[in-house]
């Protein structure tokens, strides 16, 4: 099962950088304190519905 | 009325424990072996890792705890299993050997009715020469006491980076067969956040190294995202973090062996390669804890009971198959051990029926494989399921049906922190639905409402809350059981 098209080294030039908004918004508090909500949210309905 | 005996006392093993306690009728024993004191929230060793949190934050002794629940404890270590008991009794046993310093080295067989065996992994940092803080040349994360050592290896070569000496520091898995991943990719970010933090980072050379063939992987073939409208893969969203940070990645590796300062390995190409290195955490590769098993007579049948990998098999489709025609219905439901309805294995602990990331080869033959990850969220699920299955039965009959949750059905978060700080630290937080994809189900393997990556600061937060409430959980404090697992 060997694929010659694996690199070992992915050339990263090519991954997209978060632009300067993107990375103040990661630190701007009442946007993370929507997402903390939102991803405990997601969390919530995960276990309602995979739990037994 | 009935005895039920968990061996071990983490994830899932301690959860079960806390349910039965709650849920069994009076006159009925839980008893709980595990070798150690001490229970660990092993999520948070990584910031124990990086100088971040004490031991203290992350441990707790059991005694205690048990002591409260009613539970018995017995500080040992399993070392066989006897599921049709012995000429004496026909009850099932279990074999065990003390370590509490008081009764180091005694034996005792221990009888039960129903038996959860939620032992974990076994650290196998002996299947790569070199590898592991106590044989080896690298440092590891996966105990308590290894993340401490971790930290101080660290903070050296912080040291040695601000006396102006340039450091190569590699982060990943020791083997190719390696799970865990997610552990690994969280270090590395903490790692680099701390490089920052100490003003360093412009001198240091921070490499990723592991066996996924693809960035993104963490041994579960990878996830789809919506992302405003478009799929977008862990791939890309992990290769983005990389580049913003400046960290290096090698991928499709399987580390041969490693000597001081130098970790030589071969790629998925069959190329063979070094790379040196002055700080190294290498994740070993796991395997099951090693127990045996006796029939009545003394006749050994831990062939029937555990994979080779150590594993216990349970109700898991077992038959060899390739890659595509893997089905989310191979993975157990039940973890009932094969052939003995009383006996459950869950968490690490059981045999999984196969990866459920593509597996490769190198040209050389050399498998490059992640293992499939059985993180907090399903091994707490699995130990209360077990425990559920085992309340009904003891309350109602044993030909009461078995509660089910299967790694097909339920999800898994994994916070990957990138750094600590109430303020300035973040995480990238991942949740999958469900762990084993289906692409029968979902064009994508998983339910795209629930399966997401995001990074940011709010992720820091949402570790350092289940850092607390599993702790408070795992503690049996007020109101632990509306915690989920
Ligand atoms: C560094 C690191 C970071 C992680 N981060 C995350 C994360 O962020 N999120 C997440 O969901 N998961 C994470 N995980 C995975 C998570 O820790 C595991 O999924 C979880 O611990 C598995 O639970 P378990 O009960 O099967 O095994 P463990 O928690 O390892 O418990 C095994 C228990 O068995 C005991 N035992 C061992 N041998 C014997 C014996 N012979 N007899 C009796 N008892 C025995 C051990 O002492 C222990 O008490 C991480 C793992 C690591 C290593």
Request: hydrophobic share 40%; charged share 20%.
């Given at each position: ?52 | ?5 968990i061996l071990g006392a983490g994830v899932a093993g301690h959860t079960a424990a806390l349910?039965?306690s ?8 839980v008893t709980v072996v595990s070798p150690n004191s001490q229970w660990n929230w092993i ?13 203290e934050?992350v441990v707790f002794p059991l005694a205690p705890v048990y002591a409260k629940k009613g539970i018995g404890y017995r500080q040992a270590k ?20 003390y370590t509490s ?17 939620a032992?974990g ?23 308590a ?325 599993f702790i408070?959980k795992a503690k049996g404090r007020?109101?632990w ?5």
């Amino acid at each position: 099962m060997t694929d010659k098209t694996l690199s070992s080294t992915p050339d990263l030039r090519s991954a997209p950088l978060p632009t300067a908004r993107t990375l103040r918004m990661r630190r701007n508090l009442p946007y993370q304190a929507y997402r903390f909500a939102a991803f405990n949210l997601r969390i919530v309905r995960m276990v309602l519905k995979g739990h037994h | 009325m009935a005895d039920v005996v968990i061996l071990g006392a983490g994830v899932a093993g301690h959860t079960a424990a806390l349910h039965l306690s709650r849920l069994l009728p009076r006159g009925s024993a839980v008893t709980v072996v595990s070798p150690n004191s001490q229970w660990n929230w092993i999520p948070s060793n990584i910031w124990v890792g990086v100088g971040r949190m004490p031991k203290e934050a992350v441990v707790f002794p059991l005694a205690p705890v048990y002591a409260k629940k009613g539970i018995g404890y017995r500080q040992a270590k399993a070392v066989a299993i006897r599921p049709e008991g012995d000429l004496d009794d026909e009850r099932g046993a279990v074999d065990v050997v003390y370590t509490s310093p008081d009764r180091a080295g005694e034996s005792e067989r221990i009888r039960y009715d129903y038996l959860v065996n939620a032992t974990g992994p076994q650290l196998k940092f002996g299947m790569t020469p070199g590898l592991g803080p106590d044989a080896g040349h690298t440092v590891s994360v996966c105990t308590a006491d290894h993340a401490v050592h971790a930290a101080t290896e660290l903070r050296a070569t912080i040291e040695r980076l601000r006396a102006g000496e340039p450091q190569t520091l590699v982060v990943g898995m020791g083997h190719g067969t390696c799970t865990c991943e997610g552990a690994a990719f969280e270090y590395v970010f903490n790692v680099d956040h701390e490089l920052r933090e100490a003003g360093v980072r412009d001198r240091a050379r921070l490499v990723y190294l592991t066996n996924e063939a693809h960035l993104g992987d963490f041994g579960v073939d990878g996830m789809t995202f919506d992302d405003h409208g478009f799929e977008t893969t862990s791939e890309l969203w992990t290769s983005s973090l990389y580049r913003e940070r400046g960290v290096e990645a090698i991928l499709g590796a399987h580390v041969h062996r490693v000597e001081p300062g130098v970790v030589h390995y071969e790629t998925l190409d069959g190329e063979m390669h070094e790379l040196a290195f002055d700080f190294g955490m290498l994740l070993p590769p796991f395997g099951g804890v090693a127990l045996e098993a006796f029939d009545r007579e003394g006749a050994d049948i831990t062939s029937e009971l555990f994979a080779p990998s150590g594993f216990m098999k349970v109700d898991a489709d077992y038959t060899a198959k390739p890659y595509e025609e893997w089905r989310g219905s191979d993975w157990p439901k039940t973890y009932q051990a094969v052939g003995h309805p009383n006996v459950f294995a869950v968490g690490i602990a059981f045999a999984p029926p196969h990866q459920i990331s593509r597996p490769r080869k190198s040209p050389n033959g050399t498998l490059i494989a992640p293992s499939p990850p059985r993180t907090g969220m399903p091994s707490g699920v699995m130990g209360k399921t077990a425990a559920l299955t085992i309340v009904d039965r003891i309350k109602h009959g044993d030909d009461r049906p078995a509660h089910e949750a299967s790694m097909a059905h339920m999800g898994a978060a994994c916070v990957a922190s990138a750094g600590a700080g109430m303020r300035r630290g973040s995480a990238a937080a991942m949740t999958m639905m469900p762990v084993v994809p289906d692409y029968s189900v979902h064009p994508t393997g998983r339910d795209l409402a629930d399966t997401r990556g995001e990074i940011g600061l709010s992720g820091h937060w949402a570790k350092l809350m289940m850092h607390h409430l599993f702790i408070h959980k795992a503690k049996g404090r007020l109101g632990w059981q509306l915690i989920p697992e």
